[in-house]
């Protein structure tokens, strides 16, 4: 029971253009969501956050969209660079504690 | 360190073995998880400590699955009599708030490969 999607396995992208990820849950008890992203032979690093209460959150080339009624959240990179080149994951946690769901990943290229 | 410390980085072991993963957590970081990363998949969850409270162990996926948290710092993931789909990278993150914003901060892994 897959309660967070990333339907993308991949992405590839022209450096400068806009990177948009895509994230689905099924949970309406989530009220928070995060975007990871990952290096290879690297643990996940926080890269931007959202909560329920808002549809949008902004930090420098970062911008997470949420839509609640269609449980649908998306990740814009604008503009793209080849250092985002890494794999993305969306993650969601329901109030009261810190245990996360995280989907299965979206590995993005970002093409010189 | 200043980060997530975790070993070893990569342990190769025959089916059927005991295997023991450490996670040093960041220091005066109340919460400790435990995650599992296989091939091609997401972050799967294993398991989470949060202070002297008894853990959660909702994500562990058989009783060959134990962990302990001593002291309220270092922890260990122990996997017994392993079976080749236990392969995985193991990640542990801590974090500094029980009810907060959810921001882990993870170690690089621990990547097993049962034979």
């Known amino acids: 029971d897959q309660q967070v999607k990333q339907n993308s396995p991949s992405l590839s992208v022209q450096e400068g253009r806009i990177s948009i990820l895509n994230c689905d849950y099924t949970?309406?008890?989530?009220?928070?969501f995060l975007w990871y992203k990952k290096y290879p032979a690297e643990g996940p690093t926080f890269l931007i956050s959202?909560?329920?209460?808002?549809d949008k959150n902004e930090d420098g080339r970062f911008t997470v969209f949420l839509n609640k009624s269609a449980k649908h959240l998306s990740l814009h990179i604008v503009p793209s660079q080849p250092g985002d080149s890494a794999v993305y994951f969306c993650a969601a946690h329901k109030g009261g504690g810190n245990k996360l769901t995280f989907g299965g990943g979206t590995r993005v290229l970002v093409k010189p | 360190g200043a980060g997530v410390s975790q070993s070893p980085s990569n342990k190769v072991t025959e089916k059927g073995k005991d295997v023991e993963l450490r996670c040093d957590p960041i220091?005066?970081?109340?919460?400790l998880y435990w995650y599992r990363q296989s091939l091609g998949q997401g972050l799967e969850f294993l398991i989470y400590f949060q202070g002297n409270s008894a853990p959660d162990k909702s994500g562990l996926p058989s009783d060959r699955f134990s962990a302990e948290r001593t002291g309220g710092s270092v922890s260990t993931l122990t996997i017994q009599r392993t079976q080749q789909e236990d392969s995985a990278v193991y990640l542990c993150a801590s974090s500094s708030s029980w009810a907060g914003t959810g921001e882990l901060f993870f170690g690089e892994g621990s990547r097993l490969t049962v034979l």
């Open positions: 959202i909560s329920s209460i808002k």
């Open positions: 949970n309406s008890m989530f009220d928070y």
């Open positions: 220091s005066g970081h109340t919460a």
